[in-house]
């Protein structure tokens, strides 16, 4: 699987957005981005997934770079509930039995 | 849709004891995992099953841990005999066959079991 690299901690103020830089730059072209986050005492929370084109749902967006090396979560109005560690995965889909393996992740702290 | 569900979500036991650790996973969901999180290690894939059948237990730390599942609604982790560094909180989680096509690693979490091993 393709390492990924996360800033290990970042501050937002509430109500702005949170860019959450992903760096993934060993990525095969059939290796899919998640991001995942897990908010204090809770179990981890999918967030949003993507390949190539950038991809947006009711959380957050996410932007792939062209070479799809990198990539970035957007939060577009931060709230003091969004703090949390958020982690991005890559993964190949469809593989039966593939397994998602979380790494440090990056701490998000929303500040009012 | 109640989600993944684990019990119990607290435990503290003393060195040597079982400790058995549930997990119901979501209805119609056919994967079923076992993750446990430290934060010294943070969060580390112990085994999985696709279909009842576990697939990969590599992260399974040694033979004092087991899993099972039994039927499709039901999971078990066992720990004998348990030890202090077994501490952590050990979540289970589900993926359903249908997400295979448009989301294979989308899984749902349970809120996790805090185990406490004096």
């Known amino acids: 699987d393709a390492k990924t690299t996360q800033p290990t901690s970042m501050d937002c103020a509430e109500g702005r957005a949170a860019n959450l830089p992903c760096n993934h730059s060993?990525?095969?072209?059939?290796?899919?981005v998640y991001w995942y986050r897990q908010i204090h005492s809770q179990g981890p929370q999918y967030i949003i997934h993507?390949?190539?084109n950038n991809e947006t749902n009711e959380m957050a967006s996410l932007i792939i770079t062209e070479d799809r090396k990198s990539s970035t979560l957007i939060l577009p109005h931060a709230t003091l509930r969004d703090t949390a560690v958020y982690y991005c995965?890559?993964?190949?889909?469809?593989?039966?039995?593939?397994?998602?393996?979380f790494g440090a992740g990056t701490i998000l702290r929303v500040k009012s | 849709d109640a989600g993944v569900i684990q019990s119990p979500r607290h435990e503290v036991t003393e060195m040597g004891q079982e400790v058995t650790l549930r997990c119901k996973p979501i209805?119609?969901?056919?994967?079923l995992f076992w993750y446990r999180q430290t934060m010294m290690r943070g969060l580390e894939l112990l085994i999985y099953f696709n279909n009842n059948v576990p697939i990969d237990d590599s992260g399974m730390p040694e033979d004092r841990f087991s899993a099972k599942m039994p039927n499709a609604s039901f999971s078990t982790l066992k720990i004998q005999p348990s030890e202090p560094r077994d501490s952590a909180v050990y979540f289970c989680?589900?993926?359903?066959?249908?997400?295979?096509?448009?989301?294979?690693?989308?899984?749902?979490f349970g809120a996790g079991s805090r185990l406490t091993v004096l």
């Open positions: 060993t990525i095969s072209g059939n290796e899919y």
């Open positions: 995965i890559v993964r190949v889909m469809g593989e039966y039995g593939n397994k998602l393996v």
């Open positions: 989680a589900s993926r359903g066959w249908r997400d295979g096509s448009s989301g294979a690693n989308v899984l749902t």
């Open positions: 993507g390949l190539k």
């Open positions: 209805s119609g969901h056919n994967s």
